[in-house]
């Protein structure tokens, strides 16, 4: 198994591919443009217009790292 398996985001409501997650990074792709992000994210899907959240895995680790504090 891989140290940074990759990690699909998808709509909830139509299944369109979103982003992927690889090394605690979002890669968001949309025809010519392209973005990596880490924290938490907030789209609209391109196909059905629902409205969708991820937050990277990093982002979930520090944020259980600061409540255990």
């Known amino acids: 198994m891989a140290d940074n398996p990759e990690r699909s ?3 909830r409501r139509c ?4 982003g992927v997650e690889r090394a605690g990074k979002l890669h968001l ?3 010519a443009a392209q973005y990596l992000v880490e924290g938490s994210v907030t789209a609209v ?3 059905c217009n629902e ?3 991820m ?3 990093r982002t979930l680790q520090d944020q ?3 409540s255990e504090m």
């Open 51 to 53: 409205l969708s959240v």
């Open 45 to 47: 899907c391109h196909r």
């Open 15 to 18: 299944g369109a591919l979103l």
């Open 55 to 57: 937050a990277t895995t």
């Open 64 to 66: 259980d790292a600061r």
């Open 29 to 31: 792709k949309y025809k």
């Open 9 to 11: 985001w998808r709509c």
